[in-house]
């Protein structure tokens, strides 16, 4: 309230970036039947498990609700969604919640409205434009993708981007882990913060030594320390931590027991590993 009474955008664009990492996806509605003059759970098993999750789903009620207030669906003191700097501040959250309505059809959810909103919001009437949606990214042109014939060198979106730097006076020798073949690499990464630099290495391995199920990794000969060369571990955000793992930047990516999500031992629990399909010639196990 007093963010919002301040007109404080700041601060609001802090509280939604921490409240949509606690937003859970859409779920439908659950089926009843009419009894009397009410509706009923077709059974006692499911009516106690309706009633002891009844203050969560309104947790998450409330949740939705506060944030379309603080995104000024609701209330006017709220932050103007279509407005180009406040939607690149919003960047993640809008993300978030673009992942959660697209899980399912919001046709027959709990809430439908909110949901409607939300994605409404999180869409914007420029987003396509804006690149504020999370679109598949095209593929690297053939030209710019990464070369290793001998020398090392990375793709065209690795050499954008603000930590990497090429330092042809000072090439590092990298050896396949499993056989001798040798390339050189004269791509860094900077830290930004602590100013320590690593070779870059193809994320790949050695195409000849590494299999369906390892990947052969070039080491360093000198024993230096290197990165491989993925942006997910490469770009950092302004506080100088990799942009997944940084809590402000992407609070999204943090569970509401302050962990993050693949670390979280009691949200795995809810996750179904797939099973992995055997590869071509593989024996199969019965």
């Not at 180009?84 to 993640?92: A, D, E, K, S």
């Not at 673009?98 to 914007?124: F, K, N, P, T």
């Not at 402000?248 to 569970?255: D, E, F, K, R």
Request: with cysteine; hydrophobic share 35%.
């Amino acid at each position: 309230e007093n963010a919002l009474e301040a007109r404080d955008a700041d601060e609001l664009v802090r509280f939604i970036g921490r409240l949509v990492g606690y937003l859970e996806a859409p779920r439908g509605r659950g089926r009843l039947r009419r009894v009397g003059s009410g509706f009923v759970a077709p059974n006692l098993i499911l009516a106690s498990a309706l009633s002891a999750s009844s203050s969560h789903h309104d947790e998450q009620r409330q949740l939705r609700d506060v944030i379309l207030r603080l995104l000024g669906v609701v209330d006017e003191r709220g932050l103007d969604a279509d407005d180009v700097g406040t939607r690149r501040l919003l960047n993640i959250p809008l993300k978030h919640i673009m992942r959660l309505v697209q899980m399912q059809s919001l046709d027959h959810v709990c809430l439908r409205e909110q949901w409607i909103e939300l994605r409404r919001v999180a869409m914007g009437s420029r987003a396509h434009l804006l690149g504020m949606v999370e679109l598949p990214r095209p593929r690297v042109p053939h030209s710019e993708q990464a070369r290793i014939d001998g020398v090392y060198e990375p793709n065209s979106r690795v050499k954008e981007c603000a930590t990497v730097i090429h330092d042809a006076a000072n090439p590092r020798v990298l050896k396949c882990s499993k056989c001798p073949h040798t390339i050189t690499s004269a791509w860094y990464f900077v830290h930004p913060k602590i100013g320590t630099s690593q070779v870059l290495v193809p994320g790949h391995g050695h195409k000849v030594c590494t299999t369906s199920s390892k990947i052969s990794p070039y080491r360093p000969v000198d024993g230096s320390l290197c990165k491989a060369d993925k942006l997910t571990i490469l770009e950092m955000c302004p506080h100088a931590i990799r942009q997944n793992r940084c809590r402000v930047c992407s609070p999204a990516a943090y569970c509401p027991h302050g962990k993050e999500r693949p670390k979280c031992q009691v949200c795995r629990l809810g996750i179904k590993k797939r099973k992995r399909e055997p590869h071509r010639g593989e024996p199969v196990t019965i």
